[in-house]
């Protein structure tokens, strides 16, 4: 994992996503940002939380912990995970990218 200092800003991903989650699969034109980012939030705490664990690997622990998370909002694991698993991607390919210097 990144040090603290090379670690992603929350706010600074929070406004990467509220700009472009409607070019994402799962955005609908009936759901604003709102909606999505808790997926959104939940995703990166957990890629940082996880460490170096795989997707696959972690996907079912999130999915039953989802409802225990305390921005979840009333969406469900299923309405958001397209949302998490992005920016699970976003924080661990950063991360990757970051450990091959």
């Known amino acids: 994992m990144k040090n603290q200092n090379e670690r992603l800003n929350w706010i600074d991903e ?3 996503w509220r700009t472009n989650f409607r070019t994402r699969p799962y955005a609908s034109s009936d759901r604003d940002y709102d909606y999505f980012q808790p997926g959104y939030r939940y995703g990166y705490d957990s890629a940082y939380r996880y460490g170096d664990r795989d997707w696959n690997d972690v996907e079912s622990d999130l999915a039953s912990q989802w409802d225990r998370y305390e921005h979840r909002a009333k969406s469900t694991w299923e ?3 397209g ?4 920016a699970w991607d976003r924080v661990t390919n950063q991360r990757h990218a970051g450990a091959r210097h």
């Open 14 to 16: 929070d406004a990467f």
């Open 83 to 86: 949302a998490v698993r992005d």
């Open 79 to 81: 309405q958001v995970k």
